[in-house]
C-alpha cells in the first residue's frame, strides 16, 4: 500500500482544524447588538422567539422595589417597543368588596411588582390583577386593555384594616412564644395570651357558633384545647393566630380583618368574595379569572387577541384554579357546575356548553396527558371530555374504595 504523500497529510490535517475552528465559531453565543442599561429598571423575560423582552421600570415617585409601569424593548436593536400597566395597583390580595382578608400585600402599595404579573406559554401576553379589574397586554402587537375585565376594587383600602394588618405582620416575641408553646392551653385562654403577646390593641370577635358547627364539636369552642406553634423566624401575630384557628376548628375557620376588629370565622362566611389568580389557556388564546361575589361563583374569560369578555359563566362557591381545565388545543373549557354535583363542558368556539357530566365531584381530579381524558369520583370512572363517553376506572370491576393519587400511562390509555 502506498503512502499518502507528506503534503497532503499536512493539508489534510489543516483542514480538518480549520473545520473544527469553524464549528466552534458557529456555535459560540454572537456579541450583543445592542445594551440596554439604568439603575431605574430590571430584566424580566425574553419572548419565546428572542425578539424582545420584558423589564420593570422604577420611578422615585413609586418608591421601593414597586414598578410604575411594564417595558418592552427589542432584543437587536434595544430600542422601546412599549409601556404598559403604567401607575397600575397590584391587588392580588384584595378581594371583590375591596376588604383584605388574611396576609395582604404593603398597605402604602402604589404600584406593582414583576411577581404579579402573569404570562402566557409563549410570553405574548400578560396580565395583572390591579385595584380596577384585570389588565392585559399584547406585547408582540403592542396593545394594551387596562380594564379588560371591570371590577369594583376600591383604589384605597380602609385605613383601618391597613392598621390591623400592620399589627398582624409584626414579628412576634421569640422568648414570650417559646414560653407559650410549653403546654396547651384552652382556647379562651389561649386568645386572651394570643393577644398579650402579639400586642394586640383591638377587639377579636369570634363566631363560636359557626366554628362548633362547620367542626361538627357538640364541646364548648372555649373549652377546645389547642397549643402554641414553635417559634420561627417567620413567626408573626398572624401566623400564630392562624395556626390557633385551624386547631380550634379543624381547618374549617380563619380570621377577618374588619375596619376596627378581627373577626373570627368559618371559611365559607370569610370566602364570601374572593378572586383567584388568572390563568392562561394552553395556547395562551384565552385567560381565565375566577371570583366570588354575593355568594355566587364566577368565571370571567377573556379572548387574549381582542381583550373581549366573551363570557361569564356560574361556577361553584368553592373552587379552586386548580379545578379548572382547558384542553390542549384551547378549544374546551371544563370547570364544576354552581351546585358541584356536575362538570360543565364549555365549547370556546361556538361559547356555548358542549355538555353536562351530571353526577361528580371533580375536585383535583387530573386529567390525562392527551388533556381529554379524565377521572371522576375519586378515580372509579374515567370519561372523555370531547365525547362525553364514560367507562369504569377497571373494566368489568366496580372499585369498593377511592384512590387519592393516579399516575397516568403517556398514551392516556392506562
Given at each position: 500500500m502506498s503512502r499518502m504523500?507528506?503534503?497532503?497529510?499536512?493539508g489534510a490535517f489543516f483542514a480538518v482544524?480549520?473545520?473544527?475552528?469553524?464549528?466552534?465559531?458557529?456555535?459560540?453565543?454572537?456579541?450583543?447588538t445592542s445594551v440596554v442599561s439604568g439603575t431605574d429598571m430590571v430584566a424580566d423575560l425574553l419572548s419565546s422567539d428572542g425578539t424582545y423582552f420584558t423589564g420593570g421600570f422604577y420611578t422615585s415617585e413609586i418608591g421601593g422595589h414597586q414598578c410604575a409601569s411594564l417595558k418592552v424593548w427589542d432584543a437587536r436593536t434595544g430600542a422601546e417597543r412599549g409601556d404598559y400597566f403604567r401607575k397600575l395597583i397590584a391587588a392580588l390580595y384584595v378581594v371583590h368588596d375591596g376588604v383584605p382578608i388574611g396576609q395582604v400585600g404593603d398597605p402604602d402599595q402604589r404600584g406593582f411588582t414583576l411577581a404579579d404579573i402573569r404570562y402566557s406559554h409563549d410570553r405574548r401576553y400578560c396580565v395583572l390583577l390591579h385595584r380596577r379589574g384585570l389588565a392585559l397586554a399584547d406585547l408582540q402587537e403592542g396593545r394594551e386593555w387596562q380594564t379588560a375585565v371591570p371590577l369594583d376594587i376600591v383604589l384605597d383600602p380602609d385605613p383601618g384594616v391597613n392598621k390591623i394588618v400592620r399589627q398582624l405582620d409584626r414579628r412576634i416575641d421569640e422568648h414570650l412564644l417559646q414560653h407559650?408553646?410549653?403546654?396547651?392551653?384552652?382556647?379562651?385562654?389561649?386568645?386572651?395570651?394570643?393577644?398579650?403577646?402579639?400586642?394586640?390593641?383591638f377587639p377579636v370577635v369570634v363566631d363560636r357558633k359557626a366554628i362548633a358547627a362547620a367542626a361538627k364539636r357538640d364541646e364548648d369552642p372555649d373549652e377546645v384545647e389547642v397549643k402554641f406553634p414553635v417559634w420561627t423566624a417567620r413567626s408573626s401575630a398572624g401566623n400564630v393566630l392562624e395556626d390557633l384557628i385551624s386547631q380550634l376548628s379543624g381547618g374549617t375557620a380563619d380570621y377577618?380583618?374588619?375596619?376596627?376588629?378581627i373577626e373570627i370565622t368559618t371559611k365559607k362566611e370569610k370566602h364570601k368574595s374572593r378572586i383567584l389568580l388568572p390563568t392562561f389557556s394552553p395556547l395562551g388564546t384565552f385567560i381565565v379569572l375566577p371570583m366570588i361575589a354575593a355568594d355566587k361563583g364566577k368565571l370571567h374569560v377573556v379572548e387574549c387577541a381582542t381583550g373581549t369578555l366573551i363570557a361569564t359563566l356560574p361556577m361553584h362557591l368553592n373552587v379552586q384554579w386548580q379545578n379548572i381545565h382547558f384542553t390542549p388545543d384551547d378549544e374546551l373549557l371544563c370547570?364544576?357546575?354552581?351546585?358541584?354535583?356536575?362538570?360543565?363542558?364549555?365549547?370556546?368556539?361556538?361559547?356555548?356548553?358542549?355538555?353536562?357530566?351530571?353526577?361528580?365531584?371533580?375536585?383535583?381530579?387530573p386529567l390525562a396527558p392527551d388533556g381529554v381524558t379524565m377521572l371522576l369520583n375519586g378515580g372509579a370512572e374515567i370519561v372523555n371530555l370531547r365525547t362525553g363517553v364514560r367507562r369504569p376506572f377497571i373494566e368489568g370491576q366496580v372499585l369498593d374504595k377511592l384512590f387519592h393519587s393516579f399516575v397516568f400511562s403517556p398514551d392516556s390509555k392506562a
Open positions: 504523500p507528506t503534503t497532503v497529510r499536512i482544524v480549520g473545520a473544527l475552528a469553524v464549528a466552534l465559531y458557529v456555535t459560540l453565543p454572537t456579541e450583543p407559650a408553646a410549653e403546654k396547651k392551653t384552652k382556647w379562651k385562654e389561649a386568645l386572651s395570651l394570643w393577644k398579650a403577646i402579639a400586642r394586640c390593641q377577618f380583618v374588619r375596619s376596627d376588629h370547570f364544576p357546575a354552581a351546585d358541584r354535583s356536575a362538570l360543565i363542558v364549555w365549547d370556546t368556539k361556538s361559547r356555548q356548553t358542549l355538555r353536562t357530566i351530571d353526577g361528580i365531584g371533580i375536585g383535583h381530579d
